[in-house]
């Protein structure tokens, strides 16, 4: 049997709930030659507030020994002075997607016929955001001076390397080529961040020469919201840096159906470093502790991860599992762990029956 070393990192608000749904649901769905070991860490703004722990060297040398990471959300009450500044967002996420040189930062969207998108007729939708993950403007390269007065000046200037480029915009047309509609969109904002989008911009036609399966496009970041939300069946594969990422799969989340059923995944593509598997969703604290948070994310996450393992079965199993679910939803709310049950039960009834 296959043994997958697993750390899981349930982290803070809603993140503790999702992540027992999302384990519930890889233990019904595996097999006898495939077995998971869990290791927990307790880690987050829970822990930080008792502790004074973000994230230690022994910490990150501790899950580099896994082989996946299994995270909720971590991040406490913003209004809580003691985690101003993103303190544990930039020292605990950040931190292990450059420590475990998380290059791509992929986000499926699918729009589930079953679902209610807040779109009236979003017709077929089925894309992927390749975001870069270990550059842009989240790596700190900026600063403050003469802060408080009238002349402050903040800087946050946005890392793009010819490596780092280069590395995820070649894994995003390996993707593209493998998918029936062999489609990229280079998306960035070239007509006010030239050099950056210069960079962006030679590195996908000089990748694109090797890809003569794949048609490519370019759209600006402001244009792509729109055609999101006008017509969201138009994207196949996009690529694009950190920052845009982030904010256009919020958006991808939303037309979905809700941020509850939005996957990531982190990905080592070498395989030199664990690889973190997470819904794109945060700790929520909204509604934490009330057992309404949807798990789903969380469960789509861990068919990432299996797809992540080689084990395609296993992950189609959990998709489909979560497809009966979103079809059978009626209107009636259900709690966290109701939703997660009944996806569980719906992996063990296709389980016993393949
Ligand atoms: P959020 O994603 O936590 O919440 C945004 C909205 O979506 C809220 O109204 C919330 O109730 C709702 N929501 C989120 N997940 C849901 C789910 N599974 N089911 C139903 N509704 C859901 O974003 P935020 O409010 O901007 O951030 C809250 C905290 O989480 C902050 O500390 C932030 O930094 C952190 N954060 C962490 C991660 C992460 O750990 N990967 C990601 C994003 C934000
Ligand atoms: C996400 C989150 C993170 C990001 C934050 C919490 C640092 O919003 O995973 O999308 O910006 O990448
Ligand atoms: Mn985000």
Redesign the pocket.
């Known amino acids: 049997a296959q043994t997958v070393k697993l750390a899981v990192v349930r982290g803070d608000g809603i993140g503790p709930e999702v992540v027992d749904e999302a384990l519930k649901v890889l233990h019904a769905v595996l097999p006898d030659d495939l077995v998971v070991q869990e290791t927990a860490f307790s880690l987050g703004a829970t822990r930080y507030l008792e502790t004074g722990d973000i994230l230690s060297d022994a910490d990150t040398a501790a899950l580099a020994e896994h082989d996946a990471i299994l995270l909720g959300a971590v991040?406490g009450d913003p209004r809580d002075p003691r985690l101003a500044g993103?303190i544990i967002?930039?020292g605990l996420?950040?931190k292990l997607r450059f420590a475990f040189d998380h290059y791509v930062n992929l986000r499926p969207t699918t729009v589930y016929s079953s679902v209610a998108s807040p779109l009236a007729d979003p017709g077929a939708v089925d894309f992927v955001v390749v975001r870069e993950g270990t550059e842009g403007p989240?790596v700190g390269n900026g600063g403050a001076i003469r802060v408080g007065t009238p002349h402050e000046i903040a800087t946050e200037v946005s890392l793009n390397t010819a490596h780092g480029v280069e590395r995820v915009v070649r894994y995003a047309f390996d993707l593209a080529s493998r998918r029936p509609r062999k489609h990229l969109t280079l998306v960035h904002k070239s007509n006010v961040l030239v050099h950056a989008g210069a960079l962006w911009q030679r590195t996908v036609a000089a990748v694109a020469e090797e890809h003569p399966d794949v048609t490519v496009d370019y759209q600006h970041v402001d244009a792509v919201t729109i055609h999101m939300v006008r017509e969201p069946g138009r994207f196949d594969v996009i690529v694009t840096d950190?920052l845009f990422g982030?904010i256009i799969?919020?958006l991808a989340g939303a037309i979905s159906g809700g941020i509850g059923l939005a996957a990531?995944g982190n990905i080592n593509p070498d395989g030199t470093f664990p690889s973190m598997f997470?819904p794109?969703h945060?700790s929520a604290p909204d509604i934490a502790g009330q057992q309404v948070a949807d798990p789903t994310a969380a469960v789509l996450s861990v068919a990432l991860l299996l797809d992540h393992l080689g084990r395609a079965d296993l992950a189609s199993a959990v998709t489909q599992a979560v497809e009966a679910d979103l079809a059978s939803r009626g209107t009636t709310p259900r709690s966290t762990a109701e939703v997660g049950d009944a996806i569980a039960a719906a992996v063990a009834a296709r389980t016993t029956t393949a």
Do not use: A, F, K
């Open positions: 991040g993103g967002e930039r996420l950040l989240y950190n982030d799969t919020d990531s997470e794109v945060g």
